[in-house]
């Protein structure tokens, strides 16, 4: 490799090195609970939190994402650039005020609407045609190669309309 190209690739490196812990300096922001994702990798927890203020959702920033490392003592850690980008960070698809979001994960499939039922924040997805508030997802994926390869997920929520629990498998 050449002197040049090998020092680009450092600078771009460093820079997104850089980018990346810059830009999530911060703790990471908390709210109010919608959902969390385990994995069959380790136990760290990636939290979506709804953040909203007086009821009406931060419309710059209505879902929060980050880790809890349960091996640090539940130390709260933001994604890194990667998780952000391309797994699971969040992108606002459509708003509905301030009192509802539809939003897509970035390794996801489906909208996640994050709306009040019941005078609580949910998040509400289709599965099966019908409407399921989300509490938690499993992800159990195969980590031979350069990226992990999603499995199976199983998603445990409730039936907004009847409270009864739910869980779904979801093979890829």
């Avoid at 920033?61 to 994604?79: A, F, G, Q, T």
């Avoid at 301030?98 to 499939?109: L, P, Y």
Wanted: with cysteine.
């Amino acid at each position: 490799m050449s002197t040049t190209l090998g020092c680009h690739v450092a600078r771009t490196i460093v820079a997104l090195l850089l980018f990346s812990s810059v830009a999530e300096a911060d703790d990471p922001a908390q709210g109010e609970r919608l959902f969390r994702i385990t994995r069959n990798k380790n136990d760290n927890i990636v939290c979506y939190d709804v953040r909203h203020k007086g009821g009406r959702l931060d419309k710059d920033n209505p879902v929060s994402v980050y880790w809890v490392i349960p091996s640090k003592k539940n130390k709260l850690e933001n994604l890194n650039f990667v998780e952000r980008t391309k797994a699971y960070g969040v992108s606002v698809v459509k708003s509905f005020g301030q009192d509802s979001v539809d939003i897509m994960m970035k390794a996801g499939k489906r909208p996640i609407r994050v709306t009040v039922r019941g005078g609580r924040w949910v998040a509400l997805t289709a599965l099966d045609s019908q409407e399921v508030a989300i509490d938690s997802v499993y992800v159990m994926a195969e980590e031979s190669g350069l990226t992990p390869t999603v499995q199976w997920a199983e998603v445990m929520g409730r039936y907004p309309a009847t409270g009864e629990p739910m869980r779904k498998k979801i093979n890829k």
